[in-house]
């Protein structure tokens, strides 16, 4: 394929998803400017890889080039424990409640409230509230994007509603 189109047909399928690739990249590395840097090395690389994409939801795979470039970012340019690392055994109590009080807190909370309850989520957690809140990504997609399994996915959006639920009502001195 010549490089002209090849460039054509990328911007057409990949372009209209930058926004999910940046608020993504926001979401994980927490700052504007490195969300900027990593949503442009995701794009050279899926540019680069491009001819090797075999069709299927193009959202979701640029989101997991983001992704991983937004670990791969962070590894290389953050301390290493400045990220929770999730152990399922640690982290396997029940989540209660219903969908109701996370409706509740998020319609009741201020914006700037809300964005720092959810940047104060470990990672694992904050990626999936995103992916699937923000992105309206479905649990398979979320899956795939994350390589962990549907079962994972649902635990961790569970426990991050939880937790986003608590710090809410920490924050706003209110129970949910």
């Known amino acids: ?13 990949v372009l209209p998803h930058l926004d999910a690739a940046y608020s993504l990249a926001r979401w994980l590395t927490r700052n504007d400017q490195d969300a900027q840097d990593v949503t442009q090395e995701a794009c050279l ?9 075999q069709g299927g939801n193009m959202r979701a795979w640029l989101l997991t080039i983001v992704r991983n470039t937004c670990y791969t970012w962070l ?9 929770e690392v999730f152990d399922e055994e640690v982290h396997s ?16 909370a201020d914006k ?28 398979r997609e979320i899956a795939d ?12 959006l569970a426990r991050g509603r ?8 920490v924050s706003l001195g209110k129970e949910f």
């Not at 540019?47 to 994409?53: K, L, P, Q, T, W």
């Not at 700037?112 to 649990?139: C, H, I, K, Q, W």
């Open 45 to 53: 690389r899926a540019f680069r890889f491009f001819d090797g994409y």
């Open 75 to 83: 590894h290389q340019n953050r301390a290493p424990d400045s990220a």
């Open 145 to 156: 994007v994350t390589s962990v399994s549907l079962g994972t996915v649902m635990s961790r």
């Open 112 to 139: 700037e409230t809300l964005r720092r309850a959810l940047e104060e989520l470990p990672d694992v957690f904050r990626e999936a509230l995103v992916l699937r809140e923000l992105e309206g990504m479905s649990y």
């Open 1 to 13: 394929m010549p490089e002209t189109a090849r460039r054509e047909r990328f911007e057409q399928t």
């Open 162 to 169: 939880t937790r986003l639920r608590e710090s809410l009502s």
């Open 93 to 108: 109590e029940e989540s209660s409640g219903s969908a109701d009080p996370e409706i509740q807190a998020l319609a009741s």
